[in-house]
């Protein structure tokens, strides 16, 4: 069994910070792409952004220069650093890791259960 456990998410004002931390927990054996995805009422799930275990990262447009995502390897723990937030970043941030649970699993795709991220004054 696998889970993706999610923690930091909250009410900020216009222009304030959140850091938001994913950590994968289970029988694991390897770790590829972590990333975080968001969802607002009404649209489709966007990429926020995606680490690979090499550190290569990659953003979504709209948060490009203001978001960084990093990773510790050794915890399986993706973070999200969050800064200048804006109105319309306001979601339930979803972590994903890609990744094999043992040498004989192929890799798969896991889902965390989302943490809402609210901004306003």
């Known amino acids: 069994q696998v889970q993706l456990v999610e923690s930091g998410g909250g009410l900020v004002q216009p222009g304030g910070s959140l850091r938001l931390s994913c950590a994968a927990a289970?029988?694991?054996?390897?770790?590829?792409?972590m990333g975080w995805y968001r969802q607002a009422p009404g649209k489709e799930r966007e990429l926020v952004a995606t680490?690979?275990?090499?550190?290569?990262?990659n953003y979504g447009d709209s948060v490009k220069g203001r978001f960084t995502i990093s990773r510790d390897n050794a915890k399986n723990t993706v973070y999200l650093q969050m800064n200048i937030l804006k109105p319309e970043d306001a979601a339930v941030y979803y972590c994903?890791?890609?990744?094999?649970?043992?040498?004989?699993?192929?890799?798969?795709?896991?889902w965390g259960q989302g943490t809402q991220v609210t901004v306003s004054s």
């Open positions: 289970g029988t694991i054996w390897n770790v590829n792409d």
């Open positions: 680490i690979s275990s090499g550190g290569i990262t």
């Open positions: 994903n890791a890609f990744l094999r649970r043992s040498l004989y699993d192929g890799y798969a795709n896991y």
